[in-house]
């Protein structure tokens, strides 16, 4: 079963094309113009399995957040499109993830609803040139794009890059988990109601 979606997204601000496979092993050819965040999206990619592009030309001129708000949009539009009906996924997904001394936790509900719980403090405005705060508003806008309910934990840490890191690596395992087809239900979208979305 092909699950691959693509996605184009321009604006005033910025030009973004994200495509993805779920069916994929982790590659990834990934150019946002914001070296740290394509970091993160390798991360994401390799340790999901979900194959991923993304090229995105944005005002960086200004500051990075358009840029790095737009292509969460992207990326979540593209992994639901993906996901079409959600029919046979696990829906469910959680990682706690240690990097030296940091450990976060990651939890993820493919619903059709989307909620970002955002439990992380830096200490620190920047790392290399990007803004800290705008990692939350790139986790927000992913799940409210990809139609998810995604709880994020810093339970603790001190280096701050291990600390986004460790969200970012977080989020691909418990994503790996959520969007693998159970084959015992494959045809069964994963609710009482029999779809996804809406009230609770």
Avoid at 29 to 41: E, K, N, R, V
Avoid at 64 to 78: L, N, P, S
């Amino acid at each position: 079963m092909a699950r691959q979606a693509k996605v184009e997204r321009n604006t005033k601000e910025t030009k973004i094309s994200a495509a993805v496979d779920l069916n994929g092993s982790g590659r990834h050819d990934i150019a946002t113009g914001i070296g740290f965040l394509d970091h993160m999206l390798e991360q994401l990619s390799r340790h999901s399995l979900i194959d991923l592009t993304v090229r995105a030309q944005g005002d960086t001129h200004i500051d990075f957040h358009h840029t790095t708000e737009d292509v969460a949009i992207a990326v979540g539009e593209a992994v639901s499109k993906a996901l079409a009906d959600r029919a046979g996924i696990g829906r469910y997904g959680h990682a706690s993830i240690p990097m030296d001394e940091t450990l976060t936790e990651v939890s993820i509900d493919l619903s059709n609803r989307p909620y970002l719980i955002w439990k992380v403090v830096f200490s620190k405005p920047k790392l290399g040139e990007m803004d800290t705060e705008l990692f939350k508003e790139w986790f927000q806008a992913f799940a409210q794009s990809a139609g998810a309910t995604l709880h994020v934990r810093n339970i603790y840490g001190e280096n701050n890059h291990h600390i986004v890191e460790s969200c970012y690596k977080g989020l691909a395992l418990a994503l790996r988990q959520a969007v693998e087809i159970d084959r015992r239900k494959a045809d069964q979208v994963p609710s009482t109601k029999g779809v996804l979305g809406g009230s609770l």
